[in-house]
T-cell receptor, first 114, second 114 residues
Framework: DGGITQSPKYLFRKEGQNVTLSCEQN?????MYWYRQDPGQGLRLIYY???????QKGDIAEGYSVSREKKESFPLTVTSAQKNPTAFYLC?????????????FGQGTRLTVV | AQSVTQLDSQVPVFEEAPVELRCNYS??????LFWYVQYPNQGLQLLLK??????LVKGINGFEAEFNKSQTSFHLRKPSVHISDTAEYFC????????????FGPGTSLSVIP
């Protein structure tokens, strides 16, 4: 079945450490996105990528980094510069065409800083 | 920039009663509109979408939404809710100044009371 796989589902990080969240899709979608979700704040866009080897900052990119070396993969690194990284992170993808007709989501990664 | 407003952060409703979740968007050009549902600790699932054509859109689980261009609204309705409809609901938009990404509203938490 086609879909988006995020791993791990739960992740714990010590303060000052970088951590990488995985996102893989087999939908053959060009565009991929990372959102952060905090209680009562909806989804905020961190980074997005339209094609391989290209990506753009979203609304809250500070303290995060991404890469897009393959069409199927869009990993997100939460760096030690991110002041408050504890949150639920969602990866999504969408097909060709603009405006985007739909975003498909993974099951999310819950990151907790301990 | 494109934005989405969901006027109610929380909506309690009795089982088998009707419900309307409100959504307004900001755009002077054509956009695509979406409603997503999120169950606890899961990703988002598409309920329905408006791309063009009939302004009344039917989705999964008995939900429907009506696109009103003059009022820039896309309210979600269900004539009779079930306990299983308890979830977070997000309105989203793509197009206009956000042609290459999907922008989400802050969400409405629907609680169905037995």
């Amino acid at each position: 079945d086609g879909g988006i796989t995020q791993s791990p589902k739960y992740l714990f990080r010590k303060e000052g450490q970088n951590v990488t969240l995985s996102c893989e899709q087999n939908l053959n979608h060009d565009a991929m996105y990372w959102y952060r979700q905090d209680p009562g704040q909806g989804l905020r866009l961190i980074y997005y990528s339209q094609i391989v080897n290209d990506f753009q900052k979203g609304d809250i990119a500070e303290g995060y980094s991404v890469s897009r070396e393959k069409k199927e993969s869009f990993p997100l690194t939460v760096t030690s510069a991110q002041k408050n990284p504890t949150a639920f992170y969602l990866c999504a993808s969408s097909g060709q065409g603009a405006p985007r007709t739909e975003a498909f989501f993974g099951q999310g990664t819950r990151l907790t800083v301990v | 920039a494109q934005s989405v407003t969901q006027l109610d952060s929380q909506v309690p409703v009795f089982e088998e009663a009707p419900v309307e979740l409100r959504c307004n968007y900001s755009s002077s050009v054509s956009v695509y509109l979406f409603w997503y549902v999120q169950y606890p600790n899961q990703g988002l699932q598409l309920l329905l979408k408006y791309l063009s054509g009939s302004t009344l859109v039917k989705g999964i689980n008995g939900f429907e939404a009506e696109f009103n261009k003059s009022q820039t609204s896309f309210h979600l309705r269900k004539p009779s809710v079930h306990i299983s409809d308890t979830a977070e609901y997000f309105c989203a938009v793509s197009g206009g100044t956000s042609y290459d990404k999907v922008i989400f509203g802050p969400g409405t938490s629907l609680s169905v009371i037995p």
